[in-house]
T-cell receptor, first 110, second 113 residues
């Protein structure tokens, strides 16, 4: 069964304190892995798509990486406005179904 | 501006009273879907539509209906809502079902009492 597990569930960091969020997945034939940002009471907002192991993508203070078993979302020198829930999702070639993880709630303290 | 618009954003209703949540997108996307988001369970797909007049069940379709008569609109219908359908609902769209950016609406908070 295809699965996505995100860790930690919640993370509190001081402003400027870099860290990484983890997304472990099992899927037969990965078409793509996605990262989304979700602010409280709002819809998820697309951040990145990664297609193959070794691929990396960056946007401002965020960098996403992908291996054959997991993806990391690295946050460098975060600011309070980076506080949000970060969702990971995978899509399989087999049926194009997208499976979301439960998310990591990130809180950056000023 | 690319948008997925849902209405209503907030609704409290009573058990058994039929309701419809509307969804409209302005990007000419073929693929549209509905999700519900519950604490501890994450986002789960209710129904999806590959194109006009083509709809299919997602992971949690029980108690819901959808229709796709026009490309831009994809309403979610709760014929006889029950308290276990209290949730945050999201409409989403993308160019196709295969790898593409998914655009989500702002969400509809539904409470069934």
């Amino acid at each position: 069964e295809d699965q996505v597990t995100q860790s930690p569930e919640a993370l509190r960091l001081q402003e400027g304190e870099s860290s990484s969020l983890n997304c472990s997945y099992t899927v037969s034939g990965l078409r793509g892995l996605f990262w989304y940002r979700q602010d409280p009471g709002k819809g998820p907002e697309f951040l990145f798509t990664l297609y193959s192991a070794g691929e990396e993508k960056e946007k401002e203070r965020l960098k996403a990486t992908l291996t054959k078993k997991e993806s990391f979302l690295h946050i460098t020198a975060p600011k309070p406005e980076d506080s949000a829930t970060y969702l990971c999702a995978v899509q399989a070639y087999r049926d194009d179904k997208i499976i979301f993880g439960k998310g990591t709630r990130l809180h950056i303290l000023p | 501006e690319a948008q997925v618009t849902q209405n209503p954003r907030y609704l409290i209703t009573v058990t058994g009273k039929k309701l419809t949540v509307t969804c409209s997108q302005n990007m000419n996307h073929e693929y549209m879907s509905w999700y519900r988001q519950d604490p501890g369970l994450g986002l789960r797909q209710i129904y999806y539509s590959m194109n006009v007049e083509v709809t299919d069940k997602g992971d949690v379709p029980e108690g819901y209906k959808v229709s796709r008569k026009e490309k831009r609109n994809f309403p979610l219908i709760l014929e006889s809502p029950s308290p276990n359908q209290t949730s945050l609902y999201f409409c989403a769209s993308s160019l196709s079902r295969s790898v593409n950016t998914i655009y989500f609406g702002e969400g509809s908070w539904l409470t069934v009492v």
